[in-house]
């Protein structure tokens, strides 16, 4: 007896001499969607993690860039217009804001939860709460303790300090 297989599909070629049909089969078994179910929630989990560490290293290091970036203008804000600016710190609210000693306010920045950076914790680490550039852009340290002044922000575990000098020059480092 010969076979004859053009008459067959590909899938029964093989079983066509013994007469066992394969039983066709659609979908995946529930073990299998349990293990792929397992494997992915393992995997986002991972990913969560790894990307919750990266926000929170990222918000504290932009944070404190802004800050570097604010105090060089606020220098060159004071040597330009020949007036005195102001960097109030409100560490309570995570924000502070720079004026010119004449009241007129240049720039706010908010830390605080809404916001584009948000930080936990805003430190300025001086006796009082606030730095004057004068008209020559030089900002008097005294309460600093020490040559440098410096602020701390903090995101979640992660912190960068920015040292500035008196002529405000800063950099940014985590502490």
Same mark, same amino acid.
């Given at each position: 007896?010969?076979?004859?297989?053009?008459?067959?599909?590909?899938? /029964?070629?093989?079983?066509?001499?013994?007469? %066992?049909?394969?039983?066709?089969?659609?979908?995946?078994?529930?073990? /299998?969607?349990? =293990? &792929?179910? %397992?494997?992915?929630? %393992?995997?986002?989990?991972?990913?969560?993690? =790894? #990307?919750?560490?990266?926000?929170?290293?990222?918000?504290? @290091?932009?944070?404190? @860039? !802004?800050?570097?970036?604010?105090?060089? #203008?606020?220098?060159?804000?004071?040597? $330009?217009?020949?007036?005195?600016? =102001?960097?109030? #710190?409100?560490?309570?609210?995570?924000?502070?804001?720079? $004026?010119?000693?004449?009241?007129?306010?240049?720039?706010?920045?908010?830390?605080?939860?809404?916001?584009?950076?948000?930080?936990?914790?805003?430190?300025?680490?001086?006796?009082?709460?606030?730095?004057?550039?004068?008209? $020559?852009?030089? =900002?008097?340290?005294?309460?600093?303790?020490?040559?440098?002044?410096?602020?701390?922000? &903090?995101?979640? /575990?992660? /912190?960068?300090?920015?040292? #500035?000098?008196?002529?405000?020059?800063?950099? !940014?480092? %985590?502490?």
């Amino acid at each position: 007896m010969a076979l004859d297989f053009r008459n067959s599909s590909r899938a /029964e070629a093989p079983y066509a001499w013994s007469g %066992i049909r394969r039983a066709s089969r659609s979908g995946f078994s529930l073990i /299998e969607m349990l =293990v &792929t179910l %397992i494997l992915l929630s %393992i995997s986002l989990a991972a990913v969560m993690t =790894v #990307f919750a560490n990266y926000l929170e290293r990222t918000t504290a @290091q932009r944070a404190a @860039q !802004v800050f570097a970036m604010d105090l060089r #203008f606020a220098r060159a804000t004071a040597v $330009r217009g020949r007036e005195a600016v =102001v960097v109030n #710190f409100d560490e309570g609210a995570l924000s502070y804001i720079v $004026r010119l000693s004449s009241g007129d306010t240049l720039l706010n920045r908010e830390f605080e939860a809404g916001q584009d950076i948000r930080l936990d914790v805003l430190d300025l680490q001086m006796s009082g709460d606030s730095l004057v550039f004068d008209t $020559r852009g030089v =900002v008097d340290l005294s309460g600093a303790g020490s040559s440098l002044g410096v602020a701390r922000f &903090t995101a979640g /575990e992660m /912190e960068y300090d920015v040292s #500035f000098n008196s002529m405000g020059a800063s950099r !940014v480092a %985590i502490p």
